[in-house]
């Protein structure tokens, strides 16, 4: 695909089976976000998109993907609370009329899978990083996708809330067996959550199970990274 | 209408006894809640300075309206407006250049445009009228106008303006969502055009942006959801317009700029009442 006359990414062919969680990395201006922008349809390009379905009896249906933005920059003021973007995705009540009590629930019900629950008054605006991804997170899983396409979900975040919140990744990946597309700079912890890590830089340049990609010369020339073997030290308590 | 002049000159006030003034009332009344509900998504989307740029490219309208031999240059301004809206919302989506550079250059080429046409032969005193308003000579046409216009968007606001807030708050996100966000942008622009350029007459264009802007903004100096948001923003946009209306008679002043005045004070006492 090309944007204003350069060409962004060309000749990727990326096979996402269910339930894999597939990390994608590569330097600053390497495509992975405008990767993402194409698949959501945003962007134009020249791919084709094929959806395999697991079930052949159910009928054909475009396959439903889930976005957590990178981040959503918002200004502190905004009167907007995490009720009134779920409200404002999910239901058709214009939400300048108020929140239905039905709504409230199911939003609430939402954002309890990611602990969330306790943040639905809140204005966005005076959410913490971390709780903003949560908060993100539970609405890209409402209605429940086929693929979770998750954007930096951690820049900016604490260590716990990144170990808190990759936890509740892996744990919703299990439970749904989703497929997930993660882009992330944190190789080490991008490495310890995915099945597949997939180096791009305007085109595919390695793909395979995380330790191998992390061991090639060429990513550790890239990315200046340890030996994948070696464990990160925990973070302070 | 007939019903609303008994009622208001039944008021024991002395500006109640003239048509004009229960006429420019009722327009007051109906344009509140318009720049309530499109200034409150203006501001969210930090649009403030596309619609500035609306109100002062009008005077290319006026200009086009002129050259046409058109009785009324609104059948020319509104038109002309909304595919400058158009225009600008596709260049921000196509071009890689920045949009309020954009949108300032579109600004100062219109304005000048429509200053160089309408100064021609030395005249341009006579469209002084569209920079500071005349709220006076409002004709009831225009308030048929505003009456039809006030459900119209009623309507928008009541089908789509979830997808404006969720456009707004991140486009990505609202297209893994299904939303077409080019074209609510679009779509929202094009309205934001139209309602500004319709009562520039009234308003002027010099001040006619800070009736959008003024009530979102002191709103959000009280509102933490988006329902407070518009009942602050229709309560603060309703109260400067009638305050300033009739400070305007009393004052013998232009009524669009008394009514910006009261908005900046509410605004300013807003800001000083604002939650930490």
Sequence with gaps: MTIGGRVILEDINLHVHCG??????????????????????ELPHTGERHFMQRDWATEFRAPRIGYVP?????????????????AAATSRRPVWTGVGA??????????????????????????????LQRVLLALALQPLPDLLLLDEPVAG????????????????????DLSILLISHDLPAAARVADRMIHLNRRVLHDGPPANVLADPDVRRAFGTAPAAEPRPEAAP | MIAWHELIGRLPFEWAHYAFMRNALL????????????????????????SEAIGHSALTGVAIGTLAGLADPLGAMLPFAALLAGGISWIRRHSSVPSDSVIGLVMAFTMSLGVVILSRGGS??????????????????????????????GILWAGWYNRFLLAGLNPPLAVSRGLRVGALDTAFSVVVALVVTLSI?????????????????????????ASAYLVWALAISGASGVLGLVTSYYANTAAGATIVLFAMAFFALTLAARRP
């Design chain 2, 201 to 225: 007459r009234w308003v002027g264009l010099l001040v006619v942006n800070a009736l959008l802007i003024l009530p979102a903004a002191a709103a959000r100096n009280l509102a933490r959801r």
């Design chain 1, 102 to 131: 039905r709504a409230r629930a199911e939003a609430q019900r939402s954002l309890a899978v990611v602990a969330a629950d306790h943040l639905v008054d809140r204005p966005l605006g005076r959410l913490s990083g971390g709780e």
């Design chain 2, 27 to 50: 327009a007051v009344l109906l344009l509140a809640p318009l720049y309530a509900a499109l200034g409150g998504m203006v501001v969210n989307r930090r649009m403030a300075f596309f």
């Design chain 2, 124 to 153: 341009f005193a006579r469209y002084a009228a569209y920079l500071v308003g005349d709220i006076l000579t409002l004709a009831p046409r225009d308030l048929a106008l505003l009456a039809a216009l006030l459900p119209a968007v």
């Design chain 1, 157 to 176: 975040i604490d260590p716990a809330g990144i170990d808190a919140f990759y936890r509740m990744v892996s744990d919703l990946r299990r439970r749904h």
């Design chain 1, 70 to 86: 990178q981040r959503l920059d918002l200004d502190r003021e905004a009167p907007v609370t995490t009720l009134d973007l779920f």
């Design chain 1, 20 to 41: 894999e969680l597939t990390a994608i990395v590569g330097p600053n201006g390497a495509g992975k976000t405008t990767l993402f922008r194409a698949m959501l349809g």
